[in-house]
Structure formats: structure tokens, C-alpha cells
């Protein structure tokens, strides 16, 4: 194996195990120490991947992100019609959204960006990033099924983010939220 392989896998061990880390413990206490001795590395491994923790607070929030756009785009990708692929998405939401671990690691972490120009700009980006990814999606599914959105897209994905992070948020706190919400503002959003 080379160096490069080896520092990948180490800063792979290291996401992984601070992700299971902050989602079980939360930010605040979760140290560098910590996710170093866990992963069975010294506190030097973790500085010669992340220049600290909000890095790899981002990067392990990075994967998560990952791991729900994956699901979206399994729904809305599969070879079936614009229903079956909505009834596929409502699944997903009814899973995938409000996982009360995983919100409240993003409102955690968020709160730090109130004192950390970095770490605000870096969850911008990433917000722009998926929202970005939301357009795509909209206008692939609306094209696909030859139909049309009744906002403009990049209008339609801002509204579809902000009502996902507001659902999750208050799923997070009681699950018995109604996300079908979600799929009926979808629907609501194309038109023949």
C-alpha cells in the first residue's frame, strides 16, 4: 500500500469514526483526543488529515449529505413513471428525513458558524451545492416526464431544502410529523 493510500484510509477510519462519534455524543463533546483514540490513531494522524474540528465535523457531514442525496436521487432515478418515483421519495422522506441524531449534529454545528466566518461560508457553500443538485433533479424529473415546474427551478429547489430542513427539524423533536407534505408540494410543483 502506498502513502497515499495509507492517509486515505486513515482519514477514511478517522470520518467514520467521528461521525458515529458526534451523531452519538454531539459536537461540543466530541474531542480530537476522542475521535483519535477510538479510531486507534494518535491526536497527530487527525491534524495531518483536518486542521481541526470544524474540518472534520464538515467532512463527516459531508458523507451524511452524500448519504441522503444518494437516497433522493435512487427514488427519482429509477425506470418508472412520475408517481411510482414520488411514492418511492415519500418512502425515503418517511426514513430518511428528521433522523433526530443527525439534525441535531446540523443545528449543533451550526450554531457554530455564528462565530466562525469559515465554518458559515463552508455551510453555505454546501447548502448552495445541494440546492444546486435539487435544480438538476427538478428539471431532470420534469423534463423526463414532460412536464414543467410552476416556479423556476432554482426557486422550486430553495423551497423544496427549506421545507426539508424545517420538516426534519420538527421530525427530529416528534416523529408522528406528516412528512407526506414534502410529495404533495412536490406534485404541487409540476404541471402538464
Request: charged fraction near 25%; aromatic fraction near 6%; glycine fraction near 6%.
Amino acid at each position: 500500500m502506498t502513502r497515499a493510500e495509507r492517509q486515505a484510509q486513515t482519514r477514511d477510519r478517522l470520518i467514520e469514526v467521528a461521525k458515529e462519534m458526534f451523531l452519538r455524543d454531539g459536537y461540543a463533546a466530541t474531542s480530537l483526543d476522542k475521535v483519535a483514540l477510538e479510531a486507534g490513531f494518535s491526536k497527530g494522524a487527525v491534524y495531518s488529515n483536518f486542521r481541526g474540528k470544524e474540518e472534520l465535523c464538515l467532512a463527516v457531514l459531508d458523507v451524511i449529505h452524500a448519504e441522503k442525496v444518494q437516497g433522493v436521487l435512487d427514488a427519482f432515478t429509477q425506470d418508472a413513471d412520475l408517481d411510482t418515483k414520488l411514492k418511492a421519495f415519500a418512502a425515503w422522506a418517511h426514513q430518511g428525513l428528521g433522523e433526530p441524531r443527525w439534525t441535531a449534529l446540523e443545528v449543533e454545528f451550526g450554531a457554530v458558524a455564528r462565530h466562525n466566518e469559515w465554518v458559515a461560508a463552508e455551510l453555505v457553500k454546501r447548502h448552495r451545492e445541494i440546492r444546486e443538485a435539487i435544480g438538476q433533479l427538478i428539471a431532470h424529473v420534469a423534463e423526463e416526464s414532460g412536464l414543467s415546474t410552476t416556479l423556476p427551478v432554482q426557486t422550486a429547489a430553495s423551497a423544496l431544502l427549506s421545507l426539508g430542513v424545517g420538516l426534519g427539524a420538527l421530525r427530529s423533536l416528534d416523529p408522528h410529523v406528516d412528512v407526506d407534505v414534502f410529495t404533495d408540494v412536490m406534485r404541487a410543483l409540476v404541471r402538464e
